[in-house]
């Protein structure tokens, strides 16, 4: 698989994942420790980039799916 296929999985069932859960940027970012224009760039459709795998880790725990899974 291609990086950019990554890129596009991650951010499609990143916001899926939001979508279930009922909570936007601004609560996510909190509980994941980040700043909300760090998950407005991961969603955005010109990103081109995956974040740190402890960030990963923590959008994976805060939205309770597993790693694997987000990343496709």
């Known amino acids: 698989m291609d ?3 990554t890129v596009e999985i991650f951010r499609a069932r990143l ?6 859960a009922g909570i936007n940027r601004s609560g ?5 420790g ?3 224009s760090t ?4 969603l955005s ?5 995956l974040p740190r795998a402890d960030t990963v ?3 994976a725990s805060a939205l309770q ?8």
Request: charge should be neutral; hydrophobic fraction near 45%; proline fraction near 3%.
């Open 34 to 36: 980040v700043d909300r």
């Open 57 to 59: 880790a923590a959008i």
């Open 39 to 42: 998950l407005s760039q991961l």
């Open 28 to 32: 996510l970012a909190k509980r994941v």
């Open 65 to 72: 799916v597993s790693l694997d899974w987000l990343l496709g």
């Open 15 to 20: 916001a899926e994942s939001m979508e279930r």
């Open 45 to 49: 459709p010109d990103n081109e980039r």
């Open 3 to 5: 990086r950019r296929d």
